[in-house]
């Protein structure tokens, strides 16, 4: 039965290619399912994290700490314990669970104790759907088209984590930086070398910015997790298109926390996650990098 699975996805790999129906519909499809999925992550990820502090911490200052009581954290994985409503407890069905569908037929409410479900859940589905339709159109039937989702979702879900908790985790971003490595080995997106220079470009020219900002100011203007991030679009990208990723995701950054400032009483002193806009400069990067970037060039001219 196992001889037959890679029969399976060629079959299935030429009729994507003789059919963009039924490419876009695969992709749809499977996107609101990983949208579903990048909710758990979103969600997840950060409770996970703190557990693991907090109880490395509790064993590391064990002396210091056996008098003030314990935090009650609950552990968890990405599987277990099973989805619930964080109101009831009350264990999410597999029939209301399907993307979209489930909060719409529920009317956007546990069926159980009827408290509001968040709409973010399938706007981040819709959203996951979206772009991950953009990046079939762009790429069409290639290998770039399957590792541009990847990315892309480890977007989505960075992108979320950062605005909630202004984290960008390892576990997220270091595998995007490795496998952005590993694929342009072949040249997919940029050539090895300027790949290899990118990964260094992107992490030391935050690194430094975050250093020469401590040192005048006392402050730290970013967290490490952005030199990461950089990092990860520059062994994507090559090093080439970092100059034009900053420039985007500074101006964009800089607008929408000036908005917050000006409409929402936003204070001078909170901090701003950096991590989103990056993200979405990095994906437009990704897209229509060379475009933007010969555009911005002739505009100097």
Known sequence: MLDNIPSFFDHLLISMQQSATLFYFTVGLFSLAIGSFLNVVIYRTPKMMEYTWYHDCREFLADEVKNIKAKNLTAMTLSKPNS????????????????????????????????????????????????????????????????????????????????????????????????????????????????????AVGYMSLFSVFWIFKLFTGKEGMGFGDFKLFAVFGAWLGWQLLPL???????????????????????????????????????LTLLWGDGIWSWYLQLLH
């Open 84 to 199: 619930s409503c964080p109101s009831c407890g009350h264990n999410i069905r597999f029939y209301e669970n399907i993307p979209v569908l489930s909060w719409l037929m529920l009317k956007g409410k546990c069926s159980q104790c009827a408290n509001t479900i968040s709409a973010r859940y399938p706007l981040v589905e819709i959203s996951t759907m979206l772009l991950s339709l953009i990046v079939a159109q762009h790429f069409g039937v290639t290998s770039e088209t399957f590792f541009a989702l990847i990315l892309t979702w480890g977007l989505i879900t960075l992108t979320m984590i950062d605005f909630d908790h202004m984290l960008l985790p390892d576990q997220i971003t270091l595998p995007l930086l490795w496998l952005g490595l590993l694929i342009n080995i072949n040249g997919t997106f940029a050539p090895l070398t300027d790949a290899v220079i990118g990964a």
């Open 245 to 283: 990723l900053i420039l985007m995701a500074s101006v964009v950054g800089a607008i929408v926390g000036i908005s917050l400032i000006l409409f929402k009483n936003h204070q001078r002193q909170q901090g701003i996650p950096f991590g989103p806009y990056l993200a979405i400069a990095g994906w």
